[in-house]
């Protein structure tokens, strides 16, 4: 476990001992990676605070059988895991309503445009669309939120050499796609 982690895992152990301020630095020090992990799994930018906040409100309300066997990121992650799956289930048995006409154009009306590295974050965000979710997911965990191999595949649930694999497959397919998207540049010029 890096420091940082062991910092969080300590935060959450005190946390469950009762100590409210623990809490408070649990939460601050992870939120900003469990919004990041949520968005990439759900892909839903309208419901990525809900998923967030549906993820904290489980551990705190589990957070008295933490023991502290991993790191309490990881711990949380899976949890963050399993709120996207649920919802996931959860809007699979009910319709979507839109109260607007024409709700394709209300979306695109409602998109940040004009903000530095927007779209440089939308390109990011099409090309980890393009890799199979196992892949994506293996690669958003270890190289965009930066836990260990190890923490990836127990959040995962899964063998550390099948994450190892998918991070690799992962970058092969985002350098394939990133070469093909300059050869036409490179020709141009």
Aim: proline share 5%; net charge negative; aromatic share 6%.
């Amino acid at each position: 476990m890096t420091s940082a982690d062991e910092s969080i895992t300590a935060w959450a152990l005190a946390a469950r001992d009762g100590d409210c301020r623990a809490v408070e630095q649990f939460v601050r020090a992870v939120h900003r990676d469990v919004q990041r992990y949520v968005a990439y799994l759900c892909g839903d930018p309208q419901t990525v605070d809900d998923l967030a906040q549906d993820t904290f409100l489980r551990a705190l309300t589990s957070l008295h059988r933490f023991e502290g066997r991993s790191s309490a990121r990881a711990w949380l992650l899976t949890i963050a895991r399993r709120a996207v799956i649920d919802s996931y289930r959860y809007t699979a048995t009910r319709p979507r309503l839109s109260d607007v006409p024409d709700w394709q154009l209300a979306i695109e009306l409602t998109q940040p445009c004009n903000v530095p590295g927007f779209d440089d974050g939308i390109a990011l965000l099409d090309l980890l669309d393009t890799l199979p979710p196992q892949c994506r997911e293996a690669f958003v965990l270890t190289q965009l939120l930066g836990l260990p191999y190890a923490e990836a595949a127990e959040v995962s649930d899964c063998p550390i050499g099948t994450v190892r694999s998918r991070v690799a497959r992962a970058r092969a397919a985002l350098l394939n796609l990133l070469a093909a998207a300059d050869e036409p540049a490179t020709a141009a010029a």
